[in-house]
């Protein structure tokens, strides 16, 4: 029991949108389940333009997270090339890493493909503060994300 209430402490930023570095994921998947991109397709934003939720029927796992497509073409696109259809920074909130080199979970839903890569933002409040200076924050967060990510 004492184990179960202290890992619920620890676990205690994420319900509150932000990471604990020592306990973040690789890659974002939420509190609750282990779904990539909160389930959606990463490739759909490429193909498609928007985001596409993902069937279990077209689940894929890399990373340690379990990734979701809306089509066994996407799945397949994705298999063949990960690193370019998975979000950068890990799917956490891109202007988090840039801004203030902290994980916050990046939401499917707001979001801005720049230079061939996929980015997430939190909220839209979030992304408007993003799109002022998407270069900035891009090299701020190209900077900040190696030492995140190695923390994880």
């Not at 203030?100 to 933002?121: A, F, M, R």
Request: net charge positive; hydrophobic share 40%.
């Amino acid at each position: 029991m004492q184990r179960v209430l202290r890992n619920l402490f620890l676990m205690m930023p994420l319900l509150l949108g932000q990471a604990d570095m020592a306990s973040a994921d690789a890659i974002y998947t939420g509190f609750f389940n282990n779904k990539a991109v909160g389930g959606y397709d990463s490739v759909a934003y490429f193909t498609e333009g928007k985001p596409i939720k993902g069937s279990g029927q077209f689940k894929h796992r890399w990373m340690g997270a379990d990734w979701y497509f809306s089509s066994a073409a996407n799945q397949k696109k994705f298999r063949e090339r990960p690193e370019y259809f998975a979000p950068q920074y890990g799917g956490y909130c891109a202007w988090a890493v840039a801004a203030k080199s902290e994980l916050y979970e990046g939401n499917p839903h707001y979001w801005k493909i720049v230079d061939e890569k996929l980015y997430l933002n939190y909220d839209k409040s979030v992304q408007q503060r993003w799109l002022k200076d998407i270069p900035g924050f891009i090299t701020k967060g190209d900077k900040h994300w190696p030492a995140l990510k190695h923390n994880q």
